[in-house]
């Protein structure tokens, strides 16, 4: 999933091209060819968020969202938002973090709930290089 800056909502690749890309809107499931010249793509997993403690990725405070009871609010309720993300992620740095981009999350993350996508990291493929188990056991 990728966002679009100057664009709202949250986006599916389809084809990357070397002037920009062929994307499909989760909310209303158009395609539609993004150039790059004009608009810049960030995949959710290279977002960060502000925290009082270190930087933790989007997808940390989406995960807590999710696992949490709270009733999600409207997008709409900046004041409803803020105090939500106070009780799902207390360690946010809420005089850093912006509350439009908290409006935003809680946004993408009902788009995402939506759509029936899983919120996770993708996990980096194991590399060539490193030795597996049994590799590693033989050498011993």
Not at 120 to 135: H, I
Request: charged share 30%; proline share 4%.
């Amino acid at each position: 999933m990728i966002a679009i800056t100057g664009m709202p909502g949250l986006f599916e690749l389809v084809t990357s091209k070397n002037d920009g890309a062929v994307v499909k809107s989760l909310e209303d499931k158009t395609v539609k060819f993004v150039s790059s010249r004009v608009h810049s793509f960030s995949h959710l997993e290279s977002i960060e968020v502000y925290t009082t403690a270190d930087n933790v990725n989007l997808v940390d405070v989406l995960q807590a969202m999710e696992a949490s009871s709270e009733t999600v609010p409207s997008d709409k309720d900046g004041a409803a938002v803020k105090t939500y993300l106070e009780k799902v992620y207390p360690d946010m740095d809420f005089e850093r973090v912006y509350a439009s981009d908290m409006k935003k999350m809680v946004k993408w993350y009902n788009i995402l709930k939506a759509n029936d996508v899983t919120i996770k990291m993708t996990e980096a493929p194991a590399t060539e290089d490193e030795p597996t188990e049994e590799v590693a056991a033989a050498a011993e």
